[in-house]
């Protein structure tokens, strides 16, 4: 055990080399190797092999696999990519039967090993590397709010003549019937009760133990605002790359304990009519030298002329941002006008209905940040989170000011103020005209932004606008 602790620690600090890996490896036993990597559209994908038949060569030469059956990647014709390890991300994956080594892994061109410009992690970490070029700062720290649902059953299918779908919780106000225990959560009252009416606190307390043994910090975790089983578990604030490397985690973790518990849990962000959704509120915030940036006692919500100039790009850029950070058909389900959805373009020290909030739990310089309220579970973290700072950065660049905070009431008088895109469809235009800000410094490439507003146009825009609703029926069968 020791030795996996001091492991962990290497792991958490980035500094293993491919031999301590493998040699690792054979200290706990393990007799598979899982090689992970990231998709385009977020998801994890993986190959597994005999831990004897990686050596030290392949974090150099990489292995080779098929990128072609890789959703947004390569066509048929060039379809030979490399899989490329980082041992840093070197942890036992505590799902598998058998003892597994697990590594994360980006991709390369063959021969010539160059990194592949659709490659989301490689986008991360170019990120990084503007930002440090640009001489702004040299760390960009992100604290991510990943909010998910446990269900104790969930069915759907889409057919030519069929769709329906449903889930259910033993939480569920609507269970306060026969045959209910009279603990049903009611609708939008889930935010902080305690036993009987939260079942999930001991699935959480075995998500968070799991999350911590494999050297992601975490904080509070609770029982959310919607009444089935909305849950969140709070991790500690990291740098940009490693932060989206441990959202990946976080939710693989969640949804094999939730499985193994008999239960389903979903990152998707309105499952639920008429009860809230589950959003990927994101703090940020830069530093250089180990010194924050965005504290000002004297300045607008207590930042600093560089943070507002950061808010400034956000809120500039949000609204091609949400289509990398509110990616999904079923992320406007959630940002709806009216409600507690952050859909204001403005920034505000403690209004929630703002896109962005200024959080005033402490006066420490070294815990100003800003929080962006719009991103959901959805996105692709690497991209997401990239996304995000090249606006702010854009924001810094070009002097912007985002004027005064909106801390009056938005639900009341919105003051004029613009609200977000009502849909992906929309996202995807303003991305398509305004997204110069994130090919700076060849951060993103002009064909990976091009490759997701056409997948995302054709397979989810398209697939959802001409299919029949069930809720047509009832309005529309007895016309």
């Given at each position: ?11 958490l600090?980035?500094?293993?080399e ?6 690792w ?15 385009l ?10 831990v004897?038949?990686?050596d030290?060569s ?17 066509g ?25 080594l697990?590594?994360?892994c980006e991709i390369?061109e ?6 592949y410009?659709k ?6 970490r ?19 709010e990943c909010?998910?649902f446990?269900f104790d ?6 057919g ?7 889930v ?10 026969d ?9 939008k ?12 606190s ?5 998500m ?13 975790h609770?029982?959310?605002v919607?009444s ?7 991790l500690?604030?990291?740098s ?10 976080y ?28 959003g ?32 400034a ?16 058909t ?22 929630r ?19 962006f309220?719009c991103?959901?579970?959805?996105a692709?973290?690497?991209l997401a ?7 702010g ?5 070009r ?12 639900f ?16 995807l ?7 110069a ?28 606008r ?5 809720m047509e029926?009832?309005l529309?069968?007895?016309?």
């Amino acid at each position: 055990m020791a030795e996996i602790e001091k492991e962990l620690r290497h792991y958490l600090e980035g500094n293993v080399e491919p031999r301590a890996a493998l040699e690792w490896s054979r200290e706990t036993s393990a007799a598979m190797v899982d090689l992970k990597f990231c998709d385009l559209l977020g998801s994890w994908q993986h190959v597994t092999l005999p831990v004897g038949s990686l050596d030290e060569s392949a974090f150099d030469e990489g292995l080779g696999f098929d990128g072609s059956s890789i959703r947004g990647w390569q066509g048929i014709a060039e379809s030979d990519m490399l899989l490329m390890p980082d041992a840093s991300t070197a942890i036992l994956d505590p799902f598998t039967e058998v003892p597994t080594l697990s590594l994360l892994c980006e991709i390369a061109e063959p021969v010539t090993l160059e990194p592949y410009a659709k490659d989301p992690r490689r986008v991360a970490r170019r990120a990084e590397d503007y930002l440090r070029s640009s001489g702004v700062a040299d760390t960009c720290f992100v604290g991510p709010e990943c909010e998910f649902f446990v269900f104790d059953e969930v069915s759907y299918t889409s057919g030519p003549n069929e769709a329906r779908y449903k889930v259910d919780s033993s939480e569920g106000h609507w269970n306060s019937g026969d045959p209910g225990l009279g603990y049903t959560i009611r609708e939008k009252q889930g935010y902080f009760p305690p036993a009987p009416h939260d079942t999930l606190s001991d699935l959480r307390t075995r998500m968070v133990l799991t999350l911590e043994r494999l050297g992601i910090p975490c904080e509070f975790h609770h029982h959310e605002v919607a009444s089935a089983g909305q849950c969140e578990i709070d991790l500690r604030f990291q740098s940009l790359t490693r932060m989206a490397d441990q959202v990946l985690l976080y939710k693989y973790v969640v949804k094999n304990t939730a499985r193994a518990a008999g239960k389903s849990a979903t990152f998707m962000p309105k499952p639920i009519f008429g009860d809230n959704g589950s959003g990927m509120h994101c703090h940020q915030s830069l530093w250089k030298e180990g010194t924050p940036l965005f504290a000002d006692k004297s300045g607008p919500a207590g930042l600093s002329q560089l943070a507002r100039g950061y808010v400034a790009g956000l809120l500039a850029h949000a609204p091609a941002l949400l289509a990398l950070c509110a990616p999904t058909t079923n992320s406007y389900r959630r940002l709806v006008p009216g409600y507690e959805a952050p859909v204001n373009l403005a920034y505000s020290s403690r209004n929630r209905s703002a896109c962005i909030r200024v959080p005033t739990y402490s006066e420490s310089p070294k815990a100003k940040r800003i929080e962006f309220r719009c991103p959901d579970p959805t996105a692709n973290p690497y991209l997401a989170f990239a996304a995000m700072l090249m606006a702010g950065l854009d924001g810094i660049e070009r002097g912007l000011d985002p004027g005064e905070p909106s801390d009056f009431d938005l639900f009341e008088d919105d003051h004029g103020v613009t609200q977000v895109p009502g849909s992906l469809a929309e996202s995807l235009d303003a991305l398509e005209a305004d997204h110069a800000f994130l090919t700076k410094g060849g951060v993103f490439g002009e064909d990976l932004i091009r490759t997701w507003i056409d997948w995302k146009r054709e397979y989810e825009v398209d697939a959802v606008r001409l299919r029949p609703h069930p809720m047509e029926f009832a309005l529309y069968y007895d016309c």
